[in-house]
């Protein structure tokens, strides 16, 4: 491990240790992705999101909160960069809080999400079965409700608001991520180095979680990367229904609601926070694509 | 001369430069049949590729001659090419389980192959086929001719493949380990199948496969590839007086019940081969 | 024969297990709500004893498994209860709504499919060029738009600042309640009705969410089309069908598009049913008096039937559209017929 990071090094075609295959495989696949121009278009833009919404106070001109009503829906100038909403509030410090609102909640979804998934997959792939054929019909009950209608019932039935739209998007985004992880587990759980494994001794346990769980990853991480995108819509849209983030709350979806009814006289104040949202997913789904055929070779 | 092949290289763009797969192969063949024998990787089949221009798209091929039928492939068009393919040379794959279209009737895909080059109505076409099939010496053609390529053999397949190759009288039969994926029982019957047909048709035949005395059986002349080389071209009768080390290395590898071996010697390699 | 059996009865067992999920989902929807549906059916002010009444009447005060076996029983007898906002039966509400839902998702599930599948096709066909870059972004681009999003832009700019198109709405009010009711599709009804203009007017009102929603799951189809369509072409048959001499247009449409139209049977399905759930948003934004515009009104009133209603029924419909997709499989596939 003490060899420099020398491109050499890197891309030696017989690599001396593990730790050098494995970086080496990563460097191929940094590579890849830096000659797809959208998915470097996608990076940049997600990288930018990232810091903007975490340094949203220190860019912000104005409090997003404080209402100024007699200069409401003003137009974009030097004092309201992209103008000010229908209580007199700066739509550009509302943009940027509500970022903060999104990532926070994607972030949210796909912690819980995530490893739920490919906890389930692994497990459902790895054992067979009944226990396969239980999980799998829970998935199939999941999957028979679109997200939005499933996830708009939930929010309904828990109480409007970021943390049951949370909940909801979670408990109806988690069944894809344990189809893919199953799919992954049945195509090596009967391969070699896994019998291998079984011969020495290893319990299932530890045969799931340090040799198959890791080979589920990739596709995991194309698709985690590719649903963000629809995490985003469908958080905006809960906030645009009036089921997601409440109104005094900056999150676009909402705001978008708020202001619907000033379409056709001030544009701006919806079609703003409409362009973040589309901006954030469409950069998550470059970016997904990009990864997609660099780490995932077969879907290509 | 049907086919005249000089220098032909094929290479891939890599992500450290270019690989060449086939680097400088030459041969003339007209009407008589040429065994191309090689390992896995020696370019064999990309060398047959070439000459039908069915290489993928990412392939480079550079040659100072490469004519089929007096037309150089390097420059025709892709009309041309069509003219050539099917009609001029036949292309016979290695699995009958994945070269069939799978969703197609067999006697569609036959009688295709047949309408496209001959032209006439459907009905004509798949009278035509019925017709091919029983020349490849398939029982009962009209039933065959209404099932799908999976409800067949694997024998059966490549009979259906031939006689759809055979249909619009090609003068060059490419077969590219024709015999590979079937039973060791059916291999010899379906060579011997090919080999009648050729020889009745006057047509030129090129055999690739990895089998040396196979091909040396079916054969005039072979030719023995190495890592996208030429290492030796003889006749078939000849195949003992083989001069090249590589060619020698290939039969003594094979074990024989008049002289037997105590152990079969291991294949070696020299890197010297591939100067020049 | 016996081995028919055994799957159609393994198909049977499924697909009763998923619609026992679905309904058991539905009615947990239905009982977590933190508004007591007792108050929200009798409303606040109403004395002690007419809520406790009310309780009884709706069998609230029964054991959950008792009242989710009600449930079910009322469910086989086609009962979904009644809406306390229009104060019909769901099951009526619903058959009203639904045409209109219907209409829109069947256009643009076939505007989707006339463009998107051609589209995917020619982006593997073009894989690696500048065509295929093109066609990813738009379909990306699809994927990222919020459908409300694009539903305002769309009407700001053609009907309010172009005046091309009509507003929001089914229909011009001057059309209102003309037509007889016969299919619930206006079109269609129109037609029947001999009345051209009612069927114009019908139709201009539908360009809009219709293309909205066709570029939404067009972007799927397009992706999903083109991910097949390159697998096809690496396929052997391709290379036979090319050393056959035919013109690449056959080898694409004859010989390597078949084998992909059996996939997509099941991708139109999924879109389909998808379609539903971009319904809900674009009947917001276009005042169009479907089902999803029921469900977003019902959930916001806290009006539970039509919310477990509705969502039983769009699940009824996907279970149902897989099974389609399936049957259709099973008989475009010579290999698994």
């Given at each position: 491990m003490s060899a420099s990071f020398s491109r050499a090094w890197l891309l030696d075609?017989?690599?001396?240790?593990r730790s050098q295959a494995a970086w080496g495989r990563r460097y191929r696949a940094w590579l890849d992705l830096r000659s797809n121009p959208l998915a470097m278009i996608g990076l940049v833009v997600v990288v930018a999101f990232v810091l903007l919404s975490l340094a949203a106070p220190l860019l912000?001109?104005?409090?997003?909160?404080?209402?100024d009503l007699t200069n409401r829906?003003?137009?974009?100038?030097?004092?309201h960069w992209f103008g000010t909403d229908e209580l007199g509030r700066d739509i550009y410090s509302r943009i940027l809080y509500g970022g903060r609102v999104t990532l926070g909640m994607v972030i949210a979804v796909v912690v819980l999400v995530a490893p739920l998934g490919l906890a389930v997959g692994c497990v459902a792939g790895y054992a067979g079965g009944t226990v396969d054929r239980i999980l799998m019909r829970v998935t199939d009950v999941f999957l028979a409700f679109p997200r939005l209608i499933l996830a708009l019932a939930f929010v309904a039935a828990l109480k409007p608001g970021v943390e049951s739209a949370v909940l909801a998007i979670a408990l109806t985004a988690w069944p894809p991520y344990a189809r893919l992880a199953r799919a992954e587990t049945m195509t090596v759980r009967n391969s070699d180095f896994v019998a291998a494994c079984r011969l020495t001794g290893a319990p299932a346990g530890r045969i799931v979680l340090r040799h198959i769980a890791p080979l589920c990853v990739p596709s995991l991480i194309v698709r985690i990367t590719l649903d963000m995108s629809s995490i985003i819509i469908t958080a905006a849209s809960l906030g645009f229904l009036g089921m997601g983030a409440q109104p005094p709350s900056p999150e676009w979806g909402a705001m978008i609601a708020t202001a619907?009814?000033?379409?056709?006289?001030?544009?701006w104040v919806p079609t703003i926070p409409g362009l973040a949202i589309f901006m954030a997913s469409l950069a998550f789904n470059f970016l997904g694509d990009g990864l997609r055929d660099v780490l995932d070779p077969k879907q290509r | 001369m049907l086919v005249d092949i000089q220098n032909l290289r094929v290479s891939f763009a890599t992500r450290t430069g270019t690989f060449e797969a086939v680097r400088g192969v030459s041969f003339q063949i007209g009407t008589e049949k040429l065994g191309i024998v090689g390992e896995s990787g020696s370019g064999k089949s990309l060398t047959a590729r070439a000459l039908m221009r069915l290489?993928?798209?990412n392939a480079r091929i550079t040659a100072d001659r490469l004519s089929f039928d007096g037309v150089d492939i390097l420059k025709a068009d892709e009309r041309a090419m069509r003219g050539l393919r099917g009609k001029r040379a036949g292309f016979i794959l290695q699995d009958p389980k994945y070269s069939l279209?799978?969703?197609?009737?067999i006697g569609r895909q036959v009688a295709e192959s047949w309408r496209?080059?001959?032209?006439?109505?459907r009905k004509e076409a798949l009278e035509a086929a019925v017709d091919l099939l029983d020349q490849v010496r398939i029982r009962d053609p009209r039933r065959v001719?209404?099932?799908?390529?999976?409800?067949?053999?694997g024998g059966m397949g490549q009979r259906v493949m031939i006689a759809m190759m055979l249909a619009p009288d090609p003068a060059l039969l490419i077969a590219d380990?024709?015999?590979?994926?079937?039973d060791a029982t059916v291999q010899a019957e379906i060579l011997r199948l090919m080999e009648d047909l050729v020889s009745k048709r006057g047509m030129g035949l090129i055999l690739i496969s990895h089998d040396l005395p196979l091909v040396s059986h079916f054969c005039d002349r072979v030719a023995v590839m190495y890592s996208g080389r030429v290492m030796e071209e003889l006749s078939a009768g000849t195949l003992a007086q083989a001069k090249h080390p590589y060619t020698k290395g290939l039969l003594n590898c094979l074990p024989s019940l008049?002289?037997?071996?105590p152990r079969l010697p291991v294949l070696s390699r020299d890197a010297a081969w591939l100067q020049s | 024969m016996t081995k028919r059996l055994n799957a159609l009865a393994g198909l049977l067992a499924s697909v009763g297990l998923t619609l026992l999920g679905l309904v058991i989902i539905t009615f947990l929807i239905g009982r977590v709500m933190p508004i007591d549906p007792v108050i929200a059916a009798v409303?606040?002010?109403?004395p002690q004893e007419v809520v406790e009444r009310a309780r009884l009447e709706m069998g609230l005060d029964q054991p959950i498994l008792m009242q989710f076996f009600h449930y079910v029983v009322q469910l086989l007898h086609g009962d979904l209860g009644r809406s306390i906002?229009?104060?019909?039966p769901v099951i009526s509400d619903i058959a009203r709504y639904f045409p209109a839902t219907l209409e829109l998702a069947t256009a643009a599930v076939i505007v989707a499919a006339l463009i998107g599948i051609p589209l995917g096709v020619w982006a593997a066909v073009k894989q690696g060029t500048w065509i295929d870059q093109a066609i990813r972004v738009v379909c990306l681009a699809g994927h990222s738009l919020p459908v409300f999003v694009l539903a305002m832009i769309s009407l700001l700019v053609?009907?309010?600042?172009?005046?091309i198109a009509p507003g929001?709405?089914?229909?011009d009010i001057v059309f209102q309640d003309m037509i007889p009711h016969v299919t619930g599709l206006l079109t269609v009804d129109s037609i029947i009705a001999g009345d051209w203009d009612a069927f114009w007017d019908a139709l201009a009102h539908m360009v809009q969410p219709v293309c909205i929603l066709a570029y939404f799951s067009m972007a799927y189809i397009t992706r999903m089309t083109r991910a097949f369509m390159l697998d096809a072409l690496r396929g052997e048959y391709v290379i036979t069908a090319r050393a056959k001499g035919l013109s690449s247009m056959s080898v694409i449409w004859i010989h390597a598009f078949p084998n992909v139209g059996v996939q997509l049977v099941t991708v139109l399905a999924l879109t389909y049913a998808g379609l539903l759930e971009g319904a809900v948003v674009t009947e917001t934004v276009f005042s169009w008096p479907g089902l999803g515009q029921y469900l977003t009104v019902s959930l916001m009133n806290a009006d539970m039937n039509p919310v477990m209603g509705a969502t039983l029924l769009v699940g009824l419909v996907y279970v149902g559209l897989n099974l389609l997709a399936d049957a259709v499989y099973r008989q475009l596939d010579p290999r698994v017929r």
């Open positions: 075609e017989t690599p001396a240790s912000a001109t104005h409090d997003p909160g404080v209402q829906l003003a137009k974009p100038s030097a004092a619907k009814r000033f379409i056709f006289e001030q544009w | 290489l993928p798209q279209n799978p969703v197609m009737t496209q080059h001959k032209g006439g109505s001719c209404d099932l799908y390529p999976h409800e067949v053999s380990e024709p015999t590979s994926a079937l008049t002289h037997p071996k | 409303g606040d002010n109403a906002l229009t104060k019909n053609f009907y309010a600042a172009l005046g929001p709405g089914r229909q």
